[in-house]
């Protein structure tokens, strides 16, 4: 310990006394790294001197473990800057490996947030000051902690999964795609375009910025959608005429950049240059149908030119190359497919040849009859059973299954966790804290794609509640497609949690 | 078939603990403070006023940060629990370092006892004057020792160089010679550059502003409110610290405490306490979860309840005893 030459309050030298002097710093370069090992406990105190001796070696151990002061070379050390304003950690030398996984640039400047400054100030590679003093650890648990930035308990579970070599983030609720945004399947999400690289390795489905792809674009409204398709069936797509007047119509179209399209380099689809289109009116436009094997239309007369757009002359269609092309051939089944489909119709009624039904001649009518019909099976219906307000659920014969059956007698339907969500209003003692990334992806994890967390931890502490069901829809909502794994801080001590669905079999075979 | 649940419950003061004579009561008469810290010192202090244990708060966790203050409470009994990094080893979870947390209990028997204070956030030093003149004393204390790490390091390798030039001596060769004309340069050739000086990273608060620490010694000061639950929990604590047992935290056992009869570093833990309020109900699937929990761990399960105030005959300013019962599994044959 020191010998320094303190003033004479004694509470001033309780303060220096952790101060190492030049000569211990030295020797401090050639200290152990090794900690030693903890032995066998004892079951009960006896009060001999063996036991005395023994806890008296370890608490020695302990404390020399405990009061060992971090002592780094000066070149080896970042030297930082703490700015309360921003609750940032500004970088004042170069980065160390730290900078791979850990801060984050801005307006040219290198900056660390709080707990990952407190984190590497604890590992001995970086040094904070402010106002052009050191912090000590101590002090950056006082400043750098707080319910603004991250609270003791989140801290302590972000030092945790650090130790252990975990990447960990701070949660960011924007940054998590929707479900409506995950169905769109944009490729500007970053967290998309991870797995979709992956996934073009495997198959070679084509994506959808396919700007020569003339068919309609997924994105089309609805005008450009009927427009196309009307288009397509009165002039199917191959012939000379139609098409170069569908691209002269599209380029003629309002040039104008559509900004909503992800793609820019789509061309625009058909103009829609005025600004209220015409509303088609279904009720009256005929839509051929060509696949039945009923219709024997060989060929389409032209259409009627109020529904073509402009000036285009378009002329009667002949089909029979197309039906060639369509397959409209019975299909031939083999043996076994026939038999299976007779095992299927063998009760299949056809309900148009059922005289009773013939006789109908609206829907009332049919309607009464099905009643009458359902009354007079009644009649072979208990009467106990079925005529009072409570009712069976099911009846014999009526399932062919158990899963049938178990289906018609649940009465609390089973829901799944996401059912209800959008309902929920946020909670703000239940958040996700932190985003945490496996430690063997630390070589190819970059800082500006990280790609999807391995998990999202959200912090409680054993004194608080259990997470309830609407805290757990809450927050698996707001997580997306990551897990959540909750951490529960006792005392320094950290457990962690997870919920699993689980389905229960309805079916037994 | 009906199945028979027998619970032995007992009732009874728990033995007095501590048979390794770690703990002395606390009428032991007042001591001075001893301010070498080096000695282990078994016997407690009863502290002068301007050497109480700083407890510093972080928001409503008490935190010990010096080696001094965690050896005192250890010797008062408290234990508490490491929660940051190992210096020598920062990158592993198996064994932690500094500060020190401690629980709600531990903090408020420190203070009861007057062993400790909850010293309050240094602000930032006003005085422009006094601020620059503290940095001006860190840098020059930098200055300093880098001066004597220089000389420190050259006497190293001169004398590591002497030791090879010994070493060569003994041989035939001409080495030894350039050993000798390196070991005669070395006072004006040596290099000793700033980046190569060992630094210190303090834990603890350094002291370099020299604005003064405050304590608070109000207990209205004190950041955790105390309601009933604490309350029944710190009189459990204190009850079972006065019989010579160590405590901590027993979440992970489904209990509030951990009791051990001796320091948790050498004895394993015989009970895990549940502090209940006397009015309390407790349906019996928690007792019977809780009796499970302990026999799979093989540990007795204490049921703990401070009598109220107004079961006890005497005036105290304190509250009464604790009542204890505890849980066993046992077989009727």
């Not at chain 1, 001999?48 to 002592?71: F, G, K, P």
């Not at chain 1, 060509?290 to 000036?311: K, N, Y």
């Not at chain 1, 002329?315 to 190359?321: E, H, I, K």
Request: a negative charge.
């Amino acid at each position: 310990m020191a010998d320094r030459d303190t003033s004479t309050d004694a509470h001033k030298h309780s303060v220096f006394e952790e101060l190492l002097s030049p000569s211990e710093l030295f020797e401090a370069r050639s200290r152990s790294h090794k900690i030693p090992v903890r032995g066998q406990k004892d079951f009960l105190p006896n009060g001999s001197e063996q036991q005395r001796a023994r806890l008296q070696q370890s608490l020695d151990e302990h404390w020399t473990l405990l009061a060992e002061e971090r002592v780094e070379r000066l070149g080896n050390l970042v030297k930082a800057v703490w700015i309360p304003d921003e609750r940032l950690v500004e970088l004042q030398s170069p980065a160390g490996k730290f900078w791979q996984t850990m801060g984050f640039s801005e307006r040219g400047k290198q900056y660390l947030r709080p707990e990952e400054a407190l984190y590497l100030m604890e590992c001995g590679n970086v040094q904070v000051f402010y106002r052009d003093l050191p912090l000590s650890i101590q002090e950056g648990y006082e400043r750098f902690l707080s319910h603004e930035t991250v609270t003791l308990h989140q801290y302590q579970v972000f030092g945790h999964l650090k130790r252990l070599g975990y990447v960990v983030n701070r949660f960011d609720p924007s940054s998590v795609p929707s479900t409506y945004e995950r169905q769109l399947n944009l490729p500007a999400s970053s967290w998309d375009k991870q797995r979709k690289q992956l996934k073009r390795k495997r198959s070679q489905s084509p994506v959808s910025s396919d700007k020569q792809n003339p068919s309609p674009v997924e994105k089309t409204t609805t005008e450009d959608q009927s427009e196309e398709l009307v288009n397509a069936s009165e002039s199917p797509a191959g012939q000379t005429a139609p098409d170069p007047s569908l691209e002269e119509s599209m380029q003629s179209a309002d040039a104008s950049d559509r900004t909503w399209w992800m793609e820019e380099d789509v061309q625009p689809p058909s103009a829609q240059s005025q600004s209220a289109a015409p509303r088609w009116d279904f009720s009256s436009i005929s839509f051929p149908d060509l696949g039945s094997r009923r219709s024997r239309s060989v060929s389409l007369e032209s259409p009627d030119p109020s529904l073509l757009p402009g000036a285009l002359e378009v002329g009667g269609c002949d089909l029979s190359p197309w039906l060639r092309r369509l397959n409209v051939k019975q299909e031939k089944l083999s043996q076994r497919d026939r038999e299976r489909q007779r095992e299927r119709d063998r009760y299949h009624r056809d309900i148009n040849s059922d005289r009773e039904v013939r006789h109908c001649r609206n829907w009332a009518e049919y309607l009464q009859l099905v009643e009458d019909r359902r009354r007079r099976s009644q009649k072979d219906k208990p009467v106990h059973l079925w005529e009072n307000e409570v009712t069976p659920l099911t009846q014999p014969g009526q399932c062919n299954s158990h899963r049938e059956l178990l289906d018609q007698i649940s009465i609390i339907k089973s829901s799944s966790l996401p059912e209800g969500v959008s309902s929920l209003s946020a909670s703000d003692q239940w958040t996700i804290s932190f985003d945490v990334y496996q430690p063997d992806t630390v070589a190819e994890f970059k800082k500006s794609q990280p790609g999807k967390p391995y998990t999202h931890m959200c912090v409680c502490s054993f004194d608080g509640p259990v997470p309830d069901l609407h805290a757990l829809k809450q927050l698996s909502y707001q997580s997306g497609d990551v897990p959540v794994t909750f951490a529960v801080v006792d005392h320094g001590d950290i457990s962690f949690y997870c919920f699993k669905d689980f389905k229960l079999p309805t079916d037994s075979y | 078939m009906v199945t028979c649940l027998d619970v032995q419950v007992c009732f009874g003061k728990v033995m007095d603990g501590d048979p390794a004579g770690m703990n002395v009561s606390q009428q032991s008469s007042s001591m001075e403070v001893n301010e070498d810290m080096d000695t282990k010192s078994e016997s407690e202090h009863q502290p002068s006023k301007d050497a109480l244990i700083d407890i510093s708060f972080c928001g409503s966790t008490p935190l010990l940060w010096k080696v001094s203050d965690m050896k005192r409470c250890r010797s008062a009994g408290v234990i508490g629990a490491l929660v940051g990094s190992l210096a020598r080893q920062p990158r592993q979870n198996v064994r932690l370092g500094r500060p020190l947390e401690l629980l709600q209990e531990e903090a408020l028997l420190l203070e009861e006892t007057s062993t400790a204070a909850a010293s309050l956030q240094t602000q930032d030093c006003g005085d422009e004057e006094v601020h620059l003149e503290a940095v001006r004393q860190y840098e020059a204390g930098l200055e300093s020792s880098y001066k004597e790490q220089c000389a420190l390091a050259l006497e190293d390798k001169k004398t590591v160089l002497r030791r090879i030039m010994d070493e060569k001596e003994n041989g035939t060769d001409d080495s030894g010679n350039a050993i000798r004309d390196r070991l005669n340069a070395l006072d004006q050739a040596f290099r000793f550059p700033l980046p190569a000086m060992a630094v210190q990273l303090h834990t603890a608060r350094a002291g370099f502003s020299h604005c003064p620490e405050e304590r608070s010694f109000h207990s209205t000061d004190w950041p955790v409110p105390r309601d009933e639950r604490l309350n029944t929990r710190f009189c459990v604590y204190r009850d079972l610290r006065h019989k010579g047992f160590y405590l901590t935290s027993a979440g992970k056992f489904g209990g509030d405490f951990l009791v051990y009869p001796g320091d948790p570093l050498r004895f394993h833990a015989h009970f895990i306490a549940l502090c209940i309020s006397m009015d309390e109900e407790l349906p019996l699937s928690d007792i019977l979860a809780i009796a499970r929990l302990g026999s799979n761990v093989k540990k007795t399960v204490l049921l703990c309840s401070p009598r109220s105030r107004s079961e006890t005959e005497k005036d105290e300013s304190v509250e009464g005893d604790v009542v204890y019962s505890s849980l066993q599994w046992s077989s009727m044959v």
